[in-house]
């Protein structure tokens, strides 16, 4: 009799507890955030100066109504053997609204003698 008492007490619990088991729930839907790229990325040291800049025919504007700028053309320093340095070409950019002046990027020397780029901005 206490057998059947104790199986009969301990039906419920275990029913409970298998309800809970078995019920699935549907997670959360999952949100990605992608942020753009920001224009202060850290750029590789070289431990050389840049090749003199290579000479470019600036092309006329492509024709459209927004306001646009030419950009120059430099170095990249990709650090791979035999060939370092990687030209990036000049191109024309749209003119963010509120600003007028583009300054070029540059490289620059540390005072440890490494070479750095830093990028060009808008002011």
């Given at each position: 009799?206490?057998?059947?008492?104790?199986?009969?007490?301990?039906?419920?619990?275990?029913?409970?507890?298998?309800?809970?088991v078995a019920t699935?729930?549907?997670?959360?839907?999952?949100?990605?955030?992608v942020m753009p790229?920001?224009?202060?990325?850290?750029?590789?040291?070289?431990?050389?100066?840049?090749?003199?800049?290579?000479?470019?025919?600036?092309?006329?504007?492509?024709?459209?109504?927004?306001?646009?700028?030419?950009?120059?053309?430099?170095?990249?320093?990709?650090?791979?053997?035999?060939?370092?340095?990687?030209?990036?070409?000049?191109?024309?950019?749209?003119?963010?609204?509120?600003?007028?002046?583009?300054?070029?990027?540059?490289?620059?020397?540390?005072?440890?003698?490494?070479?750095?780029?830093?990028?060009?901005?808008?002011?």
């Amino acid at each position: 009799m206490r057998r059947t008492i104790a199986r009969l007490a301990a039906l419920p619990l275990a029913a409970a507890l298998g309800a809970c088991v078995a019920t699935t729930s549907t997670p959360p839907p999952q949100t990605t955030l992608v942020m753009p790229p920001t224009q202060t990325a850290v750029a590789p040291l070289a431990p050389t100066p840049p090749p003199p800049p290579e000479t470019e025919l600036v092309p006329p504007p492509p024709p459209s109504g927004v306001a646009t700028n030419w950009q120059p053309g430099h170095w990249r320093y990709t650090g791979t053997p035999g060939n370092p340095w990687s030209w990036q070409r000049g191109q024309y950019v749209a003119v963010p609204s509120g600003y007028t002046t583009w300054t070029p990027g540059q490289w620059t020397q540390t005072s440890g003698g490494a070479f750095v780029w830093q990028e060009g901005h808008w002011g």
